[in-house]
């Protein structure tokens, strides 16, 4: 038997030994995203574990998010109970994770993405005292402008 020819370089060695560790914690690491809430709300606390359960590793702030709004340029108009950021976007109220996702794969120029208000039957607002109860709503893509356009309607 011929014995194998491999031809390393000390170079493709290093960049191999660079990268085999890089992608493999790139690929164990859930995307972070960094949730304000206040203290007392249960229904914040329902979507960060939905979100957990989507893939998403999460931060939570409990001192209110009107700030982390303002500062992410997220219209009162489209306000919920808590703000998320991910990745340089706003995630304003309870926002379907497949929605996250499809945010952070398009990587579209806007502010963010929201679902205005709390209805019921979205994510974090879907526990047993609900009942079977669900409302329709919109997730909004919200522009640098302050405009808002349909990213995404459950009916």
């Known amino acids: 038997m011929a014995p194998i020819n491999i031809n390393l370089t000390r170079r493709s060695v290093a960049i191999g030994l660079v990268l085999i560790p890089f992608a493999s914690r790139a690929a164990s690491e859930k995307p972070l995203i960094t949730v304000w809430k206040s203290p007392t709300c249960g229904c914040c606390k329902d979507w960060i574990t939905y979100v957990e359960k989507n893939g998403f590793a999460t931060k939570v702030i409990s001192d209110g998010n009107d700030q982390i709004r303002k500062k992410m340029g997220m219209p009162i108009q489209f306000g919920s109970c808590h ?37 019921i039957g979205s994510p974090g607002m879907d526990s047993p005292e609900y009942g079977s109860r669900k409302d329709p709503y919109d997730v909004l893509l919200i522009s640098k402008n302050g405009q808002s356009q349909i990213y995404q309607s459950y009916r």
């Open 83 to 119: 703000t998320a950021v991910i990745e340089g976007y706003a995630i304003e109220g309870h926002v379907p994770a497949r929605e996250i996702k499809r945010l952070l794969a398009e990587k579209p120029n806007a502010v963010g993405i929201a679902v205005p208000a709390m209805p």
